[in-house]
């Protein structure tokens, strides 16, 4: 049974946080604040490393930098040799998507409308390039990619679907379980970008069928910067050759061929953070203690709260889409642009994100949109806090 979190519980919680006796943070869909346990597990590992020697450390420690691997499975239901450790989202997604191969003209990429920028730059390069094409599968009334109008495009040249799950720019989520069944029925490679639904949703790969799923340490993980999961299923390995690998991923037999590794540590290079692992596996261990469930639960209310203040207020309309909503909250205020509230926030210490139209170009263009605001709460987000932004933005909205 998921419950939200009990008032003593984050007030404890936030004991343990630094950050949120310097900042009022609701920029958690950048990146979130790390725990005092998550930040000395971090210089516990830096230490040992001057002390011992760099590489020595990081055999003594080799048992607990893998925790994170081991932990990240468990979030997401996945077998630990089905994850790489990634220095970030796009890294872990544009590996994924490079090691897919070449791409011949006429084969079909179809995206939810919501896709990361990133990864459009990274389909444009490698595929569109080559005479592939990137389609925009339509979304229904409340905004959300349409699984319907998904099968409808289907046909033989189509190659990969790309599914947003939580897209950059607003409180939308997306059905990405409903699109992994058609992905699945059609046997076609189905690739979820992540990045904003780990440690915010609970996530279960099987169910959702998807093949590969990227996410970032840094947001709702509340895990370091630089740091990020990429889940590769099993029987899809196979088909993705790294765009390069090294001494780690493929090393050389006696022969002097190169053995490429048969888990998702064939994404991984020899030479990584520890460090920020050990950073990692001790904020996977948080969340999980949380439970992720009490975390979406907590997060859900407190985002509904802020969504009805905000449209309650003279002057600011909230603009996220969708039935279902995250942790992320956007709109604007009225004649003022999203980077001037962002700026004029940040002066009275409270730190929101502001997105032009790059991150998430064909929602934002679709949707006649050129800028938003966005407020991103965690589980650690109090009441007074929200109380505090939304005096902020009542008197910019005057
Ligand atoms: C939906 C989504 N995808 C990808 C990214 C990029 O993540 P990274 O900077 O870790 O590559 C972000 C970052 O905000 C994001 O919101």
């Known amino acids: 049974m998921s419950s939200p979190l009990s008032p003593a519980a984050i007030d404890a919680m936030r004991a343990r946080t630094p950050g949120v006796r310097s900042t009022t943070h609701f920029n958690h869909a950048g990146a979130s604040l790390p725990s005092a346990a998550t930040l000395e597990a971090i210089q516990a590992h830096l230490l040992r490393e001057a002390s ?109 679907i790309a599914l947003t799950w939580l897209p950059a720019n607003g409180g939308l989520i997306n059905p990405a379980a409903a699109i992994g069944q058609i992905a699945r029925r059609h046997g076609i490679a189905y690739f979820i970008d992540a990045a904003q639904a780990v440690g915010q949703l609970p996530i279960d790969v099987v169910e959702v069928g998807c093949d590969v799923l990227a996410g970032a340490g840094r947001k709702a993980l509340r895990g370091p910067r630089g740091t990020g999961l990429l889940y590769v299923r099993r029987d899809f390995l196979p088909r993705l050759m790294p765009a390069f690998v090294d001494t780690h991923s493929a090393p050389l037999d006696a022969e002097g061929d190169p053995i490429l590794r048969d888990d998702a540590a064939r994404f991984e290079s020899s030479e990584a953070s520890l460090a920020l692992h050990c950073g990692l596996a001790n904020a996977l261990e948080e969340a999980l203690d949380i439970g992720i469930d009490n975390i979406r639960a907590q997060i859900d209310r407190t985002a509904q709260t802020l969504r009805e203040q905000l449209a309650a207020l003279p002057g600011v309309s909230v603009l996220d889409q969708g039935v279902e909503r995250s942790g992320l909250v956007s709109f604007n205020v009225a004649g003022l642009d999203a980077m001037s509230v962002r700026h004029t926030l940040a002066a009275q210490g409270i730190a929101i994100g502001s997105n032009g139209v790059a991150y998430t170009p064909f929602d934002m263009t679709s949707r006649g949109l050129t800028q938003i605001a966005r407020a991103s709460v965690s589980y650690l987000t109090t009441g007074a806090e929200v109380d505090k932004l939304l005096a902020g933005i009542r008197t910019l909205a005057r």
């Not at 599968?137 to 349409?146: L, W, Y």
């Open 52 to 160: 011992m020697g760099p590489m020595e450390a990081g055999a003594a420690a080799r048992e607990q930098t893998e925790r994170a691997r081991t932990l990240a499975a468990r979030l997401l239901n996945a077998q630990p040799v089905e994850i790489a450790l990634t220095t970030g989202n796009s890294a872990g997604w544009g590996a994924a998507f490079a090691a897919l191969g070449p791409w011949l003209a006429g084969q079909r990429i179809l995206v939810a409308r919501h896709e990361w920028g990133g990864n459009l730059a990274t389909m444009r390069l490698l595929a569109q390039r080559a005479g592939a094409s990137i389609e925009t599968i339509p979304s229904d009334a409340s905004g959300r990619v349409d699984p319907r109008a998904l099968e409808a495009m289907l046909d033989d040249r189509v190659r990969l």
